[in-house]
């Protein structure tokens, strides 16, 4: 060792025994070693005493060359990690009321224990030169690596579970003791994995574990009872057993490293590195893994906690996740990941109910296959989960379908692969929907905790759902509300426009004849025509006509639409397969066949073809319009197609498909729609036949 670091070294420990010893006065000035004894105060004074002690025998070690010193030193810095140990272990361990979490500290305890008996047992070998069980010199290496992997470890479970109230008097304890066991980290990994210490960040040592000193002490005055609301939570096992198995990996990718260097002869080094390059490669990879995350996290929870779940952490992370989303189908996809991500699930799919219809649909799905086929209402499975609010475990169904009774699962469920949970999503006595959430990523019990914990999920989930889809209804009818509002504009423009026509037909029979009335009577029409377009481009659509609907035939309906898609310049294909009369207004009806069409013909190139036939199908008349044209997807038909206010196109407000899906409705029909993106759409209308029973009629007059 040169001079320079030679006196840095002096200085060093002479600077970790004056604070230490200094910081040892001050605790037995207040009390901590009287009696009754107080164990957490007896593990950190005996850490400081013996951090003292280090520094003192440091000291001693640089003027003398007797080996006694060194020994010494060497043992006070293992016992003084000791002493830390189980000052942070009785910080964990001290809530007498808080037993049940004991056991996720016996294995720190076991672990602590281990490392020290391991430490003291390389120590004594090498000082005795009992060569029997490996070089002792690296044994003591590899412990004095371990030391402070172990602390960070403890260190972290410490910060974790500490309370907003502890955690202010506990912080500069936390963050003094980090940087020491970082340091000594790198110090002594560099040492295992080069096989020789660095002499320059050896000689600050004391200085670095000096430092943390008023740390400590800030720590010590802010408040005398250090294990003030301490708890260890499952989130924090989680977090340390992760850094512990971090930890030790290293080491042991440290240990067969060196013996590839020794052993390697002249390629040792390339070997060496290229065994560290990959070991960290693997570990990184290990570590974004959810099934390794998920099976730590069951086995953590499984043999360590009395209650799988840190139900304060859940439920504000399930809350958290549920009041992000600004819509039905946004708050649908976050509420299967909030189900999903409490079992470990990688997929899940959520069914609702479908507009319209009594059957329940799939209308979110994340990662899990597409179910085209609905769920009814009134079906058993529906119902059992109506009156038993149970969630469905396949799994358990599968082997023990006694236990739901009479219970049979539709044919789509069963022919799911992934399926293994189905949780109903309840409001009050009303099922809203439910979710079907895949396999586990590693084997995981279903038990009590796991039931109560989803019911109360999925209760809240379906409140969230249905206060959403309230919200939305409130904002369409307020949307309704801002159309009538401009309807009353319409009504009035066109309340003068009536005036002005009438005024205009009245003064043609006494000024028919006038070249100049002649002239401005057509100007008057040119300017009612602009006027009125423009309102049409305000209000597509008209108002519901009066009366009750009555017979109207569609065959006469469908060749006056083909007239006018003729006299465009445009080609519809008809088949009219017989005479067919249905019940409506004929006017609009011819409204809304021929929004349909027109629709076919927006969405299809020229070349392309519109068809249209026209026949009776299961006692209902039935319109069937199809085209080649662009298609839609099942996500717009199901969310988007029949809802006011949603259109594609640039032009319009989006009202006529939804007037005609409600206009279908009421007459006792229904449209149904089936499309594929770049291959075309069909859309059928069925409506109720009107029979004028003719034939009857003349027979009975043929009999008079």
Not at 44 to 67: K, P, Q
Not at 345 to 371: C, D, H, I, Y
Not at 495 to 500: D, E
Not at 658 to 668: I, K
């Amino acid at each position: 060792m040169d001079r320079s670091n030679l006196l840095l070294t002096v200085l060093s420990f002479g600077l970790v025994s004056v604070f230490y010893a200094a910081f040892a006065l001050r605790l037995l000035q207040v009390d901590y070693f009287r009696v009754p004894r107080e164990w957490s105060k007896l593990a950190i004074l005996a850490a400081v005493v013996f951090s003292a002690l280090w520094g003192c025998f440091g000291l001693v070690t640089l003027g003398t060359e007797h080996a006694l010193p060194l020994a010494l030193s060497s043992l006070s810095d293992q016992l003084r990690y000791a002493g830390w140990y189980a000052f942070l272990l009785l910080l964990l361990r001290s809530d007498s009321a808080q037993k049940k979490s004991r056991r996720g500290t016996d294995w720190m305890v076991f672990v602590a224990i281990v490392l020290t008996m391991f430490g003291l047992f390389a120590w004594f070998s090498e000082v005795m030169g009992f060569e029997k069980f490996g070089d002792a010199t690296r044994q003591l290496l590899f412990s004095s690596m371990a030391f402070p992997v172990f602390g960070m470890v403890l260190l972290e479970q410490v910060f974790r579970s500490a309370t907003e109230d502890s955690l202010w008097s506990i912080k500069p304890l936390c963050l003094g003791l980090s940087g020491a066991f970082i340091f000594d980290l790198y110090l002594f990994s560099q040492a295992v994995l080069f096989n020789h210490r660095d002499d320059d960040a050896l000689s600050i040592r004391g200085a670095v574990h000096a430092a943390i000193v008023p740390l400590l002490l800030l720590s010590s005055t802010r408040s005398h009872d250090w294990i003030s609301n301490i708890r260890i939570s499952p989130k924090a096992a989680f977090h340390s057993a992760t850094l512990l198995i971090a930890g030790v990996y290293l080491m042991f990718i440290s240990a067969v490293g060196y013996y590839l260097r020794h052993f390697g002869g002249e390629w040792g080094r390339a070997l060496q590195l290229g065994l560290v390059i990959f070991a960290l490669s693997a570990l990184v990879m290990l570590s974004l893994s959810s099934a390794v995350r998920a099976k730590l996290r069951v086995f953590l929870g499984k043999h360590f906690f009395r209650y799988r779940y840190d139900y304060r952490e859940e439920w504000l992370k399930f809350t958290r996740a549920l009041s992000v989303k600004n819509s039905p189908q946004e708050m649908g996809q976050q509420v299967v990941r909030a189900l999903a991500d409490m079992l470990e699930s990688p997929a899940g799919g959520l069914w609702l109910k479908t507009k319209g219809e009594a059957a329940f649909s799939q209308t979110v799905r994340w990662n899990m296959a597409e179910v085209l086929a609905k769920e009814e209402v009134n079906s058993p499975m529906c119902q059992f989960m109506l009156t038993s609010g149970w969630v469905i475990n396949l799994e358990e169904y599968r082997s023990f379908s006694r236990r739901y009774g009479a219970l049979k699962l539709p044919a789509w469920l069963r022919e799911l692969a992934q399926a293994w949970l189905v949780v109903p999503l309840m409001v009050g006595d009303d099922i809203i929907g439910f979710v079907v959430l895949a396999s586990s990523r590693t084997r995981m019990d279903v038990n009590w905790e796991v039931n109560d914990l989803l019911k109360t999920a999925g209760q809240q989930a379906a409140s969230f759902l249905a206060q959403m889809q309230a919200t939305e209804a409130l904002l369409e009818v307020r949307k309704f509300d801002a159309f009538n509002r401009m309807s009353a504009f319409v009504v009035h423009d066109l309340k003068n426009i009536v005036t002005q026509l009438s005024l205009m037909m009245k003064n043609a029979k006494r000024l028919g004849n006038n070249p100049e009335f002649q002239q401005d009577m057509l100007l008057t029409v040119e300017n009612t025509l602009d006027r009125m377009r423009q309102m049409m481009l305000q209000l597509r659509e008209g108002a519901t006509p009066p009366g009750a609907a009555f017979g109207v035939n569609l065959g006469a309906i469908v060749q006056r639409i083909e007239k006018v898609v003729a006299g465009r310049g445009r080609k519809l294909e008809v088949e009219l397969l017989e005479s067919v009369d249905a019940r409506g207004h004929e006017e609009r009806l011819e409204r809304i066949i021929g929004h349909v069409v027109q629709n076919a013909f927006d969405a299809t190139e020229p070349t392309g073809r519109v068809w249209l036939r026209l026949d009776r199908a299961g006692g209902q008349a039935r319109i069937v319009v199809a085209d080649t044209g662009q298609g839609m997807t099942q996500d717009f038909i199901r969310d988007r197609l029949f809802k006011p206010f949603q259109t594609t196109k640039q032009a319009g407000m989006g009202i006529g498909a939804y007037e005609s899906f409600q206009y279908v409705q009421e007459l006792g029909g229904k449209i149904e729609v089936e499309s594929e993106l770049k291959k075309g759409t069909t859309v059928t209308i069925r409506l109720p036949l009107f029979e004028t029973q003719k034939e009857s009629d003349l027979h009975s007059l043929g009999a008079v």
